[in-house]
C-alpha cells in the first residue's frame, strides 16, 4: 500500500537558517503530493502540492521538488523565522478513479525556531 | 467565510458507548472527508462522502460510520467504543472531493477520550 515516510523530529533551529525537511513516499502509479502545515492550535492547512514529476511547489518561501527517480518531496525554506514554528505533513494522493481516495499522510515533522 | 466547524471539540466516553461527532463544511464544499490522528499512527483516512454518498472508505471496522446530509453537514459515528478509538477526529472538506485538484480544508478536531 501506499506509505509516506519523514523525519519526525522535534526539528530545532535559530531564526534565519536554512530548512530541509525530509519526506520519501512508496505508491502507486503517479501520485499527487503535498505538504500540510499545522500551526498551534489550528487545523492542518494545504502549504503546497504538486501533481507530476519536476513539478516544483512554492508558498510563503516554502518549496518542494516532486522527484520520481527519488520518490522524495522535500520541504525548503531559505530562512525560517519563528512564525514558522509547526507541525509539517507530507501526504500523497494516488487516487485518480474519479473520487477522493483519501490523502496518506507521513507521521509529522515537528519544527521549533529559536529566536 | 467560515471555516469547517467541528463539534464537540472535546468528548469523553466510556467503552462499550456510541459516539456522534459533527462536521460543518465550509459553505459551497460538497465533499466531507474524516481522518483519525494518534499519536502511534498518525494520520489515517476513515472516509468521504460526495453529495450525500460514501465515496471512498479507509481500512477501519464497520463500527466506524459515517452519514453526509443533503446541506453537505456530515456525521461520524462509533459504535462499541474501545480504548484504542481514543484519538483526534479531523473533519475536512472540499469543492470537488479531488484533493489534487482542491485542497482539502482541515477542522480543529474532536478529541475523544475513551476510558
Known amino acids: 500500500g501506499d506509505s509516506v515516510t519523514q523525519m519526525e523530529g522535534p526539528v530545532t533551529l535559530s531564526e534565519e537558517a536554512f530548512l530541509t525537511i525530509n519526506c520519501t513516499y512508496t505508491?502507486?502509479?503517479?501520485?499527487?503530493l503535498f505538504w500540510y502545515v499545522q500551526y498551534p492550535g489550528e487545523g492542518l492547512q494545504l502549504l503546497l502540492k504538486a501533481t507530476k514529476a519536476d513539478d516544483k511547489g512554492s508558498n510563503k518561501g516554502f518549496e518542494a521538488t516532486y522527484r520520481k527517480e527519488t520518490t522524495s518531496f522535500h520541504l525548503e525554506k531559505g530562512s525560517v523565522q519563528v512564525s514558522d514554528s509547526a507541525v509539517y505533513f507530507c501526504?500523497?494522493?494516488?487516487?485518480?478513479?474519479?473520487?477522493?481516495?483519501?490523502?496518506?499522510f507521513g507521521k509529522g515533522t515537528h519544527l521549533i525556531i529559536q529566536p | 467565510k467560515a471555516g469547517v466547524t467541528q463539534t464537540p471539540r472535546y468528548l469523553i466516553k466510556t467503552r462499550g458507548q456510541q459516539v456522534t461527532l459533527s462536521c460543518s463544511p465550509i459553505?459551497?464544499?460538497?465533499?466531507v472527508s474524516w481522518y483519525q490522528q494518534t499519536p502511534g499512527q498518525g494520520l489515517q483516512f476513515l472516509f468521504e462522502?460526495?453529495?450525500?454518498?460514501?465515496?471512498n472508505k479507509g481500512n477501519f471496522p464497520g463500527r466506524f460510520s459515517g452519514r453526509q446530509f443533503s446541506n453537505s453537514r456530515s456525521e461520524m459515528n462509533v459504535s462499541t467504543l474501545e480504548l484504542g478509538d481514543s484519538a483526534l477526529y479531523l473533519c475536512?472538506?472540499?469543492?470537488?472531493?479531488?484533493?489534487?485538484?482542491?485542497?482539502?480544508?482541515f477542522g480543529n478536531g474532536t478529541r475523544l477520550t475513551v476510558t
Open positions: 459553505s459551497g464544499h460538497r465533499s
Open positions: 462522502y460526495f453529495s450525500e454518498t460514501q465515496r
Open positions: 505508491a502507486t502509479g503517479y501520485p499527487s
Open positions: 501526504a500523497l494522493n494516488s487516487g485518480g478513479r474519479g473520487g477522493a481516495d483519501g490523502l496518506t
Open positions: 475536512a472538506s472540499s469543492l470537488a472531493g479531488q484533493p489534487y485538484n482542491s485542497p482539502l480544508h
